[in-house]
T-cell receptor, first 111, second 114 residues
Framework: QKEVEQNSGPLSVPEGAIASLNCTYS??????FFWYRQYSGKSPELIMS????GDKEDGRFTAQLNKASQYVSLLIRDSQPSDSATYLC???????????FGTGTRLLVSP | DAGVIQSPRHEVTEMGQEVTLRCKPI?????LFWYRQTMMRGLELLIY????????DSGMPEDRFSAKMPNASFSTLKIQPSEPRDSAVYFC????????????FGSGTRLTVV
C-alpha cells in the first residue's frame, strides 16, 4: 500500500495566526488529494479537495499541491479555537481507486 | 439526506463473542468502504464494495472478519470471535463514484472488547 505521511503534532498556534499543515505521499500517479477535519470523538469531515498543481482557496482555507515534490499542504488563515482538531490528509491510490489516509496532524489553537 | 448511518454507536462485548456492525450508505452512492481507526495505526481500509460487490478485502486483518452487502442500502461487518485487539472505532463511508471526489463518513461505531 502506498504511504501518506504527516507530522503528528500537536501544532500549536495562537488565535488569529496562520496554521500550516503538511503532507507527503508516495504514489506518483495519484490525482486526487483531500483534507479532512476530525474533532475528538467525531467522524472525519471533508473540508478541501485539490486535483491540480497550485493553490485552491475556500474561505479561510487554502490547499496547495505540488505533484513534482509529492507534497500537499493546508493553510488555515485567522485560526480560531474552533479549528482545534486533527487534520487528515488523504490521497487516492491509483490502483484500486481508494483513499489512503495519513495518521493526521493535531492542531491546537489557543485563545 | 440523513448521511451515512451506522449502528450501534457504541458496543462493549466480551472476548470470544460475535460482533456485528451495521451501515446504511447515502442513497445513490455506489461505493461503500469500511475503515478502522486506532491511535497507533490511524485510519485503515478494511474492505470496499462497488455496486454491492466486494472489490478489495486486502485490509481485512484475519478470517475472523467478514463483510457483506446484500443490497444497495445495507452492509454489515462481522467479527467472530472478537478479541481485545479489535477494540477500535469502525467507520463506514460511501461515495457516488471512485475516490476522485472523496468520501462521506458515518458517525462510527466505538467497539470495546474486554
Amino acid at each position: 500500500q502506498k504511504e501518506v505521511e504527516q507530522n503528528s503534532g500537536p501544532l500549536s498556534v495562537p488565535e488569529g495566526a496562520i496554521a500550516s499543515l503538511n503532507c507527503t505521499y508516495s504514489d506518483r500517479g495519484s490525482q486526487s488529494f483531500f483534507w479532512y477535519r476530525q474533532y475528538s470523538g467525531k467522524s472525519p469531515e471533508l473540508i478541501m479537495s485539490i486535483y491540480s498543481n497550485g493553490d485552491k482557496e475556500d474561505g479561510r482555507f487554502t490547499a496547495q499541491l505540488n505533484k513534482a515534490s509529492q507534497y500537499v499542504s493546508l493553510l488555515i488563515r485567522d485560526s480560531q479555537p474552533s479549528d482545534s482538531a486533527t487534520y487528515l490528509c488523504a490521497v487516492n491510490e491509483v490502483v484500486g481507486q481508494k483513499l489512503v489516509f495519513g495518521t493526521g496532524t493535531r492542531l491546537l489553537v489557543s485563545p | 439526506d440523513a448521511g451515512v448511518i451506522q449502528s450501534p454507536r457504541h458496543e462493549v462485548t466480551e472476548m470470544g463473542q460475535e460482533v456485528t456492525l451495521r451501515c446504511k450508505p447515502i442513497s445513490g452512492h455506489d461505493y461503500l468502504f469500511w475503515y478502522r481507526q486506532t491511535m497507533m495505526r490511524g485510519l485503515e481500509l478494511l474492505i470496499y464494495f462497488n455496486n454491492n460487490v466486494p472489490i478489495d478485502d486486502s485490509g481485512m486483518p484475519e478470517d475472523r472478519f467478514s463483510a457483506k452487502m446484500p443490497n444497495a442500502s445495507f452492509s454489515t461487518l462481522k467479527i467472530q470471535p472478537s478479541e481485545p485487539r479489535d477494540s477500535a472505532v469502525y467507520f463506514c463511508a460511501s461515495s457516488p463514484t471512485t475516490a476522485r471526489y472523496g468520501y462521506t463518513f458515518g458517525s462510527g461505531t466505538r467497539l470495546t472488547v474486554v
